[in-house]
């Protein structure tokens, strides 16, 4: 039973790293500032805080180098629309607090319903008057008509988009450790961005943790730089990280349904979605159950 899931995990880890060095090059989609080229590698291991650890001790990676870059909190909250008009038009709203500023992000996936991390079209401001007044018309554009805003507070942007009709898709926060990753330990290029997440779910019920790696391509990155990453970490850590194509929102929701079915109960010790509870939140996102979630 090993061997067969051993040989059914590198089969899909080929696949997953075939699709990567297809990924295409970011150009600019509508009016949305930037695309976002990322992928993401799921921590599948009974202790997944020695696989994060480890990984902030590598400094080089497939003949690049990597650096510590800097460690912080993220408070992430999601809004949706009373009729789900955001999921439909695969967008989503997003605050997002680091330390003590807030920023107010849209962004617009063009793959279907999976939400796919490595191209999502992105716009993200500093919260101010302006900034959302510019969000709002550029959901307007996307056909997503909201009420304009009657009052703006500064101090709590939450009960502000809650005002004009928005209500909670979802709140988490991820720890984040980084490394700058360039092509030689002299060099000042940054190509892209090596996060290690500890990420906190709050649902109503529970909250739930998980970990995951995460690389973004910067500027002077390309999507090769991105491809020799994935393919190195997964060689390096084996069957302790699985390539993960849905981000942090969508495997949230999916958590979120299975939890309301008694699905996980007994996968979640001390907050920590275990590793055989990856594996079933994994196989239930490659179900049609994903279809379901935003169709409700």
Known sequence: MGL??????????????????????????????????????????TDPTAILERVSRLDSLKGYSLRPAGSF??????????????????MNLRLRKRE????????????????????????ELPWSHESLDTILAELSAN???????????????????KSIGLGILQDRETERHTQRVSSTQE???????????????????????????????KRSGSAKVL??????????????????????LVTGKMIERLLKAGTLDHLIENDLLNKIGIEEVEKALQSGLLRTIFRQ
């Open 4 to 45: 067969t899931n051993n040989v059914r995990r590198q089969g899909r880890k080929s696949v997953e790293i075939a699709d990567t060095v297809q990924m295409k090059e970011s150009v600019r989609v509508g009016s949305m500032s930037k695309v976002e080229k990322e992928f993401a590698l799921m921590v599948d291991s």
């Open 73 to 90: 909190r993220l408070h992430d909250v999601y809004f949706e629309t009373s009729t789900g008009s955001l999921g439909r038009k695969r």
């Open 100 to 123: 003590d500023s807030w920023l107010i992000t849209t962004k617009r996936s063009p793959g279907l319903l999976q939400w796919k991390r490595n191209e999502r079209a992105e716009l």
């Open 143 to 161: 056909g997503v008509i909201l009420p304009k805003h009657q009052h703006l507070d500064i101090a709590d942007p939450i009960e502000t988009l």
């Open 187 to 217: 060099a000042g290029d940054n190509l892209a961005e090596l996060a290690s997440d500890c990420v906190t779910y709050h649902f109503q019920r529970r909250n739930v943790k998980l970990y995951e790696l995460e690389v973004e391509a």
């Open 227 to 248: 491809s020799d990453m994935r393919i190195e970490l997964l060689n390096a850590f084996a069957s302790e990280l699985i390539p993960w194509k849905w981000g942090k």
